[in-house]
């Protein structure tokens, strides 16, 4: 059981870390785009917005397709439109050209976000999910940790445009991985009454469904709080604290270890005391803390231990609810796991779009706009997870989730 948990969370970890790859690694080279192309802080942002909005819309269009294709097609196509936006934005010659070529290589890097997930369901239910969907998170955690570390060592010897050659070559590699070592789980008789109108009609099923509707939420509101940081942590830690790009991607490494860390016990309290109760308490571990820190920062302690201790804590809370919500709300949906998951994918990233947006609107180059769109989405998830776990659907013993 474990070898085989732990060869399928290898494979799908490698295809889901592809376009979060071209995140991470992204991240340090910000500062630099910004004097490269002669363009401000919050228009080299919208680069970054691009690839959040293109990354939760394409996912609409994936998971139907997955279910009607099967899961490993819409795989080839879309890491083969990645590998070629990126060659694009290898040789963009301004800031526009740069952000068209990675809203389009965003369409193409959601093929690898949406369809694992939905792969996990088509495999396994209950806490069992949670334990293979943690494994996953394990090996998506080399971009988070070493992504951005690599992406400062490219930018000394290659400049800001090889990291888009970088991320070309990791999209191959994917392609080649997903045509010869990937299975098809999803079999050509579930896939004959999937269509463009049952996938209108499934969108439709889980829009009325509001407890899947809260789980996704809470979700993508945790999500968020983690692309608040992705997007402002580089100027805010290299411009405003002084560090040096190799020790801004050790500092943002940190903080993915907590997250990816806590992640791996989500299968395990999961069997022991119910996914709901484990979300419910990390959900409250998460805004307890950042609200702590939002305090702490608007008081004017905004030392960097402070908030890098602060964030470790808060995002290993993080850690252990989204893998947890995204079982739940995949695990009554197995018939159309392709278009819940793609839902749940969006969400994630139009909310996580939308947050980055408003967070650079207040930029001032102090960590205290960053920390109180964090606080925010973690009060927001918290609210949202007391309401909607409430039901007793959701209340089972941890037996009835495994079933």
């Known amino acids: 059981m474990t070898s085989r948990f732990l060869g399928a969370a290898l494979i799908l970890g490698l295809l889901s870390a592809i376009g979060p790859f071209a995140i991470d690694m992204y991240l340090p080279a910000l500062p630099s785009i910004k004097e490269s192309l002669h363009t401000s802080v919050d228009t080299a942002q919208l680069s970054l917005m691009a690839f959040f909005v293109s990354l939760g819309v394409g996912q609409l269009v994936y998971g139907p397709l997955s279910d009607m294709f099967g899961r490993k097609v819409p795989i080839y196509f879309g890491l083969t439109v990645f590998a070629l936006c990126s060659i694009g934005c290898a040789l963009a010659p301004d800031i526009d050209t740069l952000i068209a070529f990675r809203f389009f290589q965003g369409l193409g890097a959601?093929?690898?976000?949406?369809?694992?997930?939905?792969?996990?369901?088509?495999?396994?239910?209950?806490?069992?999910a949670a334990r293979l969907m943690a494994l996953l998170m394990l090996v998506f955690s080399v971009s988070p940790i070493l992504a951005p570390l690599t992406g400062s060592l490219v930018i000394q010897f290659a400049s800001w445009r090889?990291?888009?050659?970088?991320?070309?070559?990791?999209?191959?590699?994917?392609?080649?991985?997903?045509?010869?070592?990937?299975?098809?789980?999803?079999?050509?008789?579930?896939?004959?009454?999937?269509?463009?109108?049952?996938?209108?009609?499934s969108y439709g099923v889980l829009l009325r469904d509001r407890h899947y509707l809260g789980l996704i939420l809470i979700g993508s509101f945790g999500v968020a709080s983690f692309f608040a940081y992705l997007a402002n942590s580089s100027f805010i830690l290299i411009d405003h604290y002084g560090l040096s790009e190799t020790q801004y991607s050790m500092a943002f490494s940190i903080n993915a270890v907590a997250f990816i860390g806590a992640a791996q016990?989500?299968?395990?309290?999961?069997?022991?005391?119910?996914?709901?109760?484990?979300?419910?308490?990390?959900?409250?571990?998460?805004?307890?803390?950042?609200?702590?820190?939002?305090?702490?920062?608007?008081?004017?302690?905004?030392?960097?231990?402070?908030?890098?201790?602060?964030l470790f804590v808060g995002y290993g809370f993080l850690g252990l609810v989204i893998p947890s919500t995204a079982v739940l709300a995949l695990d009554e949906h197995g018939k159309i796991a392709g278009t819940a998951s793609a839902m749940m994918g969006t969400m994630q990233f139009v909310v996580g779009a939308i947050v980055v947006g408003v967070i650079g609107r207040f930029f001032?180059?102090?960590?205290?706009?960053?920390?109180?769109?964090?606080?925010?989405?973690?009060?927001?998830?918290?609210?949202?997870a007391q309401v909607t776990l409430r039901h007793r659907r959701f209340m089972a013993k941890p037996a009835a989730e495994s079933a």
């Not at 959601?110 to 069992?128: E, K, Q």
């Not at 888009?164 to 999803?186: N, P």
């Open 162 to 201: 090889g990291i888009f050659w970088t991320v070309t070559g990791a999209a191959v590699c994917g392609l080649i991985l997903a045509m010869t070592v990937l299975k098809e789980t999803r079999p050509p008789e579930l896939r004959v009454d999937s269509s463009v109108g049952s996938a209108l009609r």
């Open 265 to 310: 016990f989500a299968g395990r309290f999961g069997a022991k005391h119910g996914l709901a109760k484990v979300v419910r308490t990390a959900v409250t571990g998460f805004a307890i803390t950042m609200l702590a820190l939002l305090a702490v920062v608007a008081a004017g302690f905004a030392q960097l231990p402070v908030l890098m201790a602060m």
């Open 364 to 384: 001032n180059g102090t960590a205290l706009p960053m920390v109180a769109g964090i606080a925010g989405c973690a009060l927001i998830a918290f609210t949202l």
């Open 110 to 128: 959601c093929a690898g976000m949406v369809i694992p997930r939905a792969i996990v369901r088509d495999m396994h239910t209950g806490h069992d």
